[in-house]
């Protein structure tokens, strides 16, 4: 297959090239700053139509990762990368599209679980999953959070495109061996024993084992039936105590110092992202996936840790 990936010099982005270019795929990721792969890289600047269309044409799939982190404090400045990088790069991909003469056949689009309420009573899939905003006694960041998703999804539904499939992928938090990424972070804090109950504990994290992730994107360029919204997700969301504990006993700590909700702001001021990361319940399911059929190869969070825990002390 011909595969484009927009963005896809971040953590995540590169784990697709990476796979998609081990099963000999031809890959092109479209990057600010170019670094030296495996793969094709071409400069764009995620706003302006450019040179890099050219890619776009008889592609078989185009993945679009684009956007500023998130592991950020939410300045006024920081706020506006987030959204800009998302909206700006989804708005010039579906033009890009619209220009091409033979267009990609499908459009996997980034999004995220977060749009989803901050909820512990039931679990949100594609259906009866409720969109957050209006919880009553949240913090303004979170709010920030469902607005930039939501403008995220809007700038990609505003395309119609009949020749390109749009499939917009509500993704929970990915976990890979790889550095700097979420659970490289957490298991930092875990070794150094800063791995106790964040919070109540009770709080949800919806999670997805890269390896899944990357076998739910082949499923989506595979099953051509599908589209719109799609969770991608572990079916077995947990609290987040047990989220942590999980960690610690793959690892072999046997305790981890728990953290209030103000020593976590402390904490999050300086490393310069936000609670909301860790404090916000996310309790996401993929409903879609389930109902077609989709086999999670690591659907609990220890058979995940055996083998994440493994990837990391080889690395």
Same mark, same amino acid.
């Given at each position: ?17 990476? #796979? ?8 092109? *990721? ?18 302006? !139509?450019?040179?890099?269309? $050219?890619?776009?044409?008889? #592609?078989?799939?185009? *993945?679009? @990762? ?31 599209? +619209?220009?091409? /003469? ?6 996997? +689009? ?8 901050? &909820? ?5 899939? $594609? ?41 917009? @992928?509500?993704?929970? @938090? ?45 499923? =989506? ?10 969770? =991608?997700?572990?079916?077995?969301? =947990? ?19 728990? #953290? ?7 904490? #999050?001021?300086?490393? &310069?992202?936000?609670? $909301? !990361?860790? %404090? ?10 389930? $109902? ?9 969070? /220890?058979?995940? %840790?055996?083998? !994440? ?7």
């Amino acid at each position: 297959m011909k595969i484009v990936i927009p963005g896809g010099s971040g953590q995540v982005g590169t784990i697709l090239a990476r #796979a998609f270019h081990a099963d000999d795929h031809e890959v092109t *990721v479209l990057s600010r700053t170019p670094s030296s792969a495996p793969w094709q890289t071409e400069i764009w600047d995620g706003i302006n !139509l450019g040179p890099w269309v $050219e890619t776009f044409e008889g #592609a078989d799939v185009v *993945v679009n @990762m684009a956007g500023y982190t998130v592991n950020c404090r939410y300045t006024p400045a920081n706020r506006s990368r987030i959204m800009n990088s998302r909206v700006d790069s989804t708005r010039v991909i579906g033009q890009a599209i +619209q220009a091409c /003469t033979d267009p990609p056949h499908l459009w996997l +689009q980034s999004s995220t679980a977060t749009i989803y309420a901050h &909820r512990y009573d039931a679990p949100n899939d $594609e259906t009866a999953g409720i969109l957050g905003g209006t919880e009553d006694d949240v913090p303004d960041t979170w709010k920030f959070s469902i607005d930039v998703a939501t403008a995220w999804e809007k700038a990609a539904d505003a395309f119609e495109l009949p020749e390109t499939r749009i499939v917009k @992928m509500r993704s929970a @938090m990915i976990m890979s061996p790889d550095s700097g990424g979420i659970f490289d972070v957490i298991l930092g804090l875990v070794r150094k024993g800063l791995g106790g109950r964040a919070g109540d504990g009770r709080q949800f994290v919806s999670w997805i084992h890269y390896q899944d992730f990357v076998r739910a994107v082949y499923w =989506l360029i595979e099953n051509g039936a599908v589209a719109g919204i799609v969770n =991608l997700a572990s079916p077995n969301p =947990l609290p987040y105590a047990d989220f942590l504990s999980g960690i610690r006993q793959a690892w072999g700590i046997p305790i981890g110092l728990p #953290a209030t909700k103000w020593m976590l702001e402390i904490g #999050a001021f300086f490393m &310069r992202t936000e609670t $909301e !990361l860790v %404090l916000k319940s996310r309790r996401v399911v993929p409903g879609l996936l389930l $109902e077609q059929g989709f086999e999670f190869q690591y659907p609990d969070w /220890t058979k995940a %840790l055996e083998n !994440l825990v493994a990837e990391w002390r080889s690395l």
